[in-house]
């Protein structure tokens, strides 16, 4: 089965269509303020006006409150799919009426089988480098040998990924997807053409 690519923290017209026709099958935008790659409902809905069929479009949050999501769905309809990154339960994150994927920052006592019980109506558990205060986006790998080798739900992988480093990490891991950011970005926000072409081309081998 091959593996999905997700493309997050987009800020831009151009990149959200590089990002399509290079083959994403999703892509990510960022409604956490404090991230430099927080993109405002106005600048969203300018971005996305015109992503084309079968491409998900995500919204992100970080321990949002019931009327910051809410706003964001009422105005942006494009949005199919939620991404809770912060210690958001698994009632909060269902609430919505839209599938959901939640962040899973990974420490030596993350057990996984254990979150995927938890969230149990998650479509996939998203693993993320831990660093304390930052809610994901660090731009660092993790040991990817601590994941385990079968999970009852999609496994997305995240942290750190790179067109360098992606190929291997997928030999490894055998994830559902990957989810990309800072490793297609020549500044934060700002992704690059070449990288994201060359991320995918690593993906597909």
Known sequence: MRTRVKICGLTRTEDVLAACALG???????????SPRAVTVEQARLILKDVPPFVTVTALFVNPTVAEVQAVL???????????????????????????IKAIPMRNEVDLAQQ???????????????????????????DWQCLPLSLSKPLILAGGLTPDNVSDAIKLVAPYAVDVS??????????????ITAFMKAVTG
Do not use: N
């Not at 480098?129 to 790998?141: L, M, N």
């Open 182 to 195: 800072g490793g297609v970005e020549s500044a934060k926000g700002i992704k690059d053409k070449h990288r």
């Open 74 to 100: 009422t105005q942006i309809p494009a949005i199919s799919l939620l991404q809770f990154h912060g210690d958001e339960s698994p009632a909060f994150c269902r609430q919505f009426g839209r599938a959901y």
């Open 24 to 34: 994403a099958d999703a892509i990510g935008l960022v409604f956490y303020p404090p």
């Open 116 to 142: 995927a019980s938890v969230y149990d109506d998650a479509l996939g558990l998203l693993v993320d480098t831990y660093k304390p205060g930052v809610p994901g986006g660090s731009g660092e790998s993790f």
